[in-house]
């Protein structure tokens, strides 16, 4: 076997072990939710009305869905790697921009709560 053979699987095996360790790691989080160790309640919740945000979700079911992607094309880069050519993956346009529009809706519904009128926040209190 050549060195650079050797090189190319060790940092396949190396982005494998890694995308283990960020499964398990996903898994132990859902684990300890879902048994109540982990409070959630106020977690997709607004700071006004303390009812859901389609806001808080959106972000983040996106941030969650774009950093499995990127991770996919973590995996894709590495299995391509030799010891000559091996570089981190370049992130498609379309994921920041993505990711960006989810951000600002979450920020501009929450600055829109903060300057919710006192009557309105005091419905909703």
Known sequence: MSTSLQIGELSGLLAVGAGVALLAIAFTIAYRIAVGSIDVNTLLKDGISRQ????RFQLLVFSFAIAFSYL????KAASLCTASSCTM???PWSLLSLLGVSAATYAAGKKLDETAPPYQRAQHA
């Open 89 to 91: 993956p370049d992130i």
């Open 52 to 55: 859901a945000s389609t806001a």
């Open 72 to 75: 996919i094309f973590l995996l």
